[in-house]
């Protein structure tokens, strides 16, 4: 039979865990907080492949949002 792990050990690494993860974080410097997606776009040209061919449309562009003052921006 296994030895029960106590709430002190569990409770002791999961704060390891939590130190090694914010420790990781603060190696990343400056980021942005927000959203990018990943678009592609149709032109509107009718005899454009992309009108027809979801593939072939254009791009990839990468689009950056956030939440300001209750906005997206």
């Not at 050990?9 to 410097?29: N, S």
């Not at 942005?32 to 254009?58: E, S």
């Not at 990839?60 to 906005?71: A, R, V």
């Amino acid at each position: 039979m296994k030895p029960r792990t106590t709430p002190d050990k569990i409770l002791a690494r999961t704060a390891r865990e939590f130190d090694a993860l914010k420790a990781d974080l603060m190696q990343l410097g400056f980021f942005c907080k927000g959203t990018v997606l990943h678009r592609t776009l149709k032109c509107g040209r009718p005899t454009c492949p992309c009108a027809h061919n979801p593939a072939q449309r254009h791009g990839p562009y990468f689009e950056w949002t956030y939440k300001g003052g209750w906005q997206d921006r």
